[in-house]
C-alpha cells in the first residue's frame, strides 16, 4: 500500500514539477532598431512597459552578437547562431579576394548571397517544417536560403521616417498576415530609435521622450489590434533590440579622430574596409607584421590579428573577416582617412560587453509567465525558445532552451486533469487505508472485550 502511495504521489509529482507549456501557439517576434535596454525602465515610465512588465517577462538587457551592428546582430536573434557560424559579419557585402568594398546597409538587404551562408533562419525553419511564416522588413528575412524564403515578405526599401500611419500599417498588415492567412510565425522590424540615435545621440530628449512615446503608442496599438482579431489568447510575441547606442567623440576637425592611413600606407594593402568603430585590413603579401606594428598602440583602437581576437567575440572562425581588425575605443569611430565616414552623434558595432551596447527583451502571451523577470542573456537563447514555442526542430545552434524555459508558464500553474485525478486517487487510497485501519482496530478491541 505504502509502495503504491510513493508511486502515485512522485507520478504526481512529476507532472506538476518538470513539464513547460507545450500547446502551440502563433509567434510574433518585433525588433526596434537600436533599443537600449535601459529606455524601457527608466522614468518616465510609458504604459507600454507598465503593461509589460505587469503581463510578461522582461530581462534585465539582452547581449546581442559582436560587432554589434544591425545585420549581424539581427542573424544571431533568428539562427541561434554567433556571427563566426552565421557569417553575415557586417551590414554592407563586400569580397576580399576581388578588393570590393561594400556599399551599405539597405543597398546590402536583397543581395542575396551575403546572407544565404548555408543557416536557416527562423522563417526558414518554420517553412521547412509545414509552417507559413512572413517577414516585414526583418534583416536578412529578404534573402532566399537554399532556394526556401518566407511565405510573404516585405523589403526595407529606405529609411522611413517616423509617421505613425506608417507604423500601423506594418502593423494592421502582420495582423492580417496572422489572422486572415493563418500565418504562425511573422518577424516584424522598426528602424527606430536607431535612426534617430544615430542623429541627435542616444541620449538626446527627442529620443529619450518622443521615439521612447512612439515605440510604447506602437506596441499598445498592436496588442489592441491583436485583442480585436481574436488573436491574445492564441498569439505569443516578443519584443526586444538588436543592439543598443553610445555617443560618440569623434566631431569633425577634432584631433583625436583615428585615422588608419595615418600610420599605414594604402600601396601595402589589398582591402580595408572602415565603418562606424570597425576597421578590417588585409595587408599585402609580406605586409602582414609591418602594418600589425604600424597600427598597434595608436590611441582609441583596439588591434588585433583575427587569431588573437577574444574567444567571447565569436568572430575569428569567419573567413569573412580579414587578417587584421580595428576596434574603436568606447565612442571613437576607425576611419581610413578622416572623416570619410559621415559622423554621427551616436553609433553601436563596439564590443557587446559595454553596457551601452545591451539591447532590450520582453516576451508576452499564453505561454509566458507574468510580471516575471530575468537575468541579462544572450540573443543566441532566443532561437531555440521560439522553436520550442513553434513546436518545430531547431537547427544547430549555439543556444540553449533551457536557459528561457523559466520564463515559460508551467503545467503546473495550470493543473491538468491528469493532476486532479492523481490526486483524487490518492485522497481515495489514504481514505479506504485509514478506515480498514479503524475497521481492524475496532475488531481488536471488540474481541478483547
Ligand atoms: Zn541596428
Known sequence: MQALLRCL????????????????????????????????NEEPMFPAFQYLN??????KYLQGAFPTLTSPSHMSIATGLYTESHNVVHNCHYNMSVGHQGSDFLSTLPVNYWWDTGVEPIWIAAVNQGLKSGAYMFPGSYATINGVSATKKVLQKQFMPYSQRSWQNRISTVVGW??????????????????????????????????KSWVSNTIMHLLKKVEDAG??????????????????????GSDDAVSLSKHINID???????????????PKPGKLVSVYQALKGQSNVQVYYKEEMPERWHLKGSDRIPSIIVVGEPGY?????????????????????LVNMRAFYYSIGPSFKKNYVVDGFESVHIYPLMCHLLGIQPAPNNGSLDLLLNT??????????????????IACIAIYFVYCRRRKGARKKYKGV
Not at 54 to 59: E, F, I, L, M, P
Not at 410 to 425: H, K
Request: proline letters at 5%; a negative charge.
Open 178 to 211: 496572422l489572422k486572415d492567412e493563418d500565418m504562425d510565425f511573422v518577424a516584424l522590424y522598426f528602424e527606430e530609435p536607431d535612426t534617430l540615435s544615430h542623429e541627435l545621440g542616444p541620449d538626446s530628449k527627442r529620443v529619450r521622450y518622443d521615439v
Open 333 to 353: 569611430y576607425v576611419f581610413w582617412k578622416f572623416p570619410g565616414y559621415h559622423p554621427t552623434r551616436g553609433d553601436h558595432g563596439f564590443d557587446n560587453e
Open 408 to 425: 515559460l508558464v508551467s503545467d503546473t500553474d495550470v493543473p491538468s486533469v491528469a493532476v486532479y485525478l492523481a490526486v483524487l486517487i
Open 231 to 252: 488573436l491574445t489568447d492564441d498569439l505569443n510575441i516578443i519584443f526586444l533590440s538588436d543592439h543598443g547606442h553610445i555617443p560618440i567623440n569623434t566631431t569633425v
Open 54 to 59: 505587469a503581463n510578461g517577462v522582461r530581462a
Open 9 to 40: 504521489l512522485s507520478l504526481a509529482f512529476c507532472s506538476t514539477a518538470t513539464t513547460v507549456a507545450t500547446k502551440q501557439h502563433k509567434l510574433l517576434l518585433i525588433s526596434f532598431d537600436g533599443f537600449r535596454y535601459d529606455y524601457a
Open 268 to 282: 601595402d594593402i589589398d582591402f580595408q574596409f572602415c565603418y562606424g568603430p570597425i576597421g578590417l585590413i588585409e
